[in-house]
């Protein structure tokens, strides 16, 4: 049976998985923009053909993946309705995703056919409406949570996903969003199943229990 999943969801030390005042000048929120540079460095090795802890997850995060669930702060910086259509996302004409990405959001518009495979589709609909038409999508693959740390609770709140994978990267923001605050019962179904550190980061998987 084909899971829900979310991989290198990078966090603080003291938990928070965005920074503060995100748009187009700070994509994830002032001062979070270098704790992704563990991921980015393993993509490096990984290309030059090396190994490693690192390596060894961001390829993990790859593996059987049909379709890609993300909240519009994910897709974009704008708030409220479009101004227009001209917006196309953070990744230019080819995205890495190459699957349909379902994005939630209040403001609707037509689904974006992008090259590689990638379309967008714009939806306000229920958390379990949005999972269905994503394991549709898929075709019997694993759909993936990109983002960010609001979407990834209310399916969290809801007991729907079956791995998170985090990324903990010893630095103290102290301000932001985040990951972990008002899931109430939401987090009493999961357990760690992983822990593992690299000089960069500590890996954590959580799963269902």
């Excluded at 938990?15 to 503060?20: D, I, K, R, S, T």
């Excluded at 809801?158 to 010893?170: M, S």
């Excluded at 000089?199 to 229990?209: C, F, K």
């Amino acid at each position: 049976m084909p899971n829900l999943r979310v991989h290198n969801l990078t966090v603080s030390l003291d938990g928070f998985a965005a920074g503060p005042r995100q748009r187009l000048e700070h994509p994830l929120g002032e001062g979070f923009e270098g704790l992704h540079e563990w991921m980015f460095a393993a993509m490096r090795d990984r290309a030059d053909g090396k190994t490693g802890i690192d390596v060894e997850y961001v390829e993990r995060s790859e593996e059987n993946i049909g379709a890609t669930i993300m909240g519009r702060n994910m897709f974009g910086p704008q708030r409220g309705p479009w101004q227009d259509e001209s917006w196309k996302g953070w990744w230019g004409d080819n995205p890495p995703y190459h699957n349909d990405v379902f994005v939630h959001t209040h403001h609707l518009r037509p689904s974006l056919a992008m090259e590689g495979g990638t379309t967008f589709h714009f939806t306000d609909e229920p958390i379990e409406t949005v999972l269905g038409r994503a394991y549709e999508a898929a075709a019997g693959k694993d759909v993936r949570i990109g983002g960010g740390p609001a979407t990834i609770q209310q399916y969290l709140r809801a007991g729907l996903i079956d791995e998170l994978h985090l990324a903990i990267v010893p630095e103290l923001l102290g301000r932001g969003e985040r990951l972990f605050d008002n899931l109430g019962d939401g987090i009493d179904g999961y357990r760690v199943a992983e822990l593992v550190g690299s000089p960069a980061v500590t890996h954590a998987r959580l799963v269902r229990r």
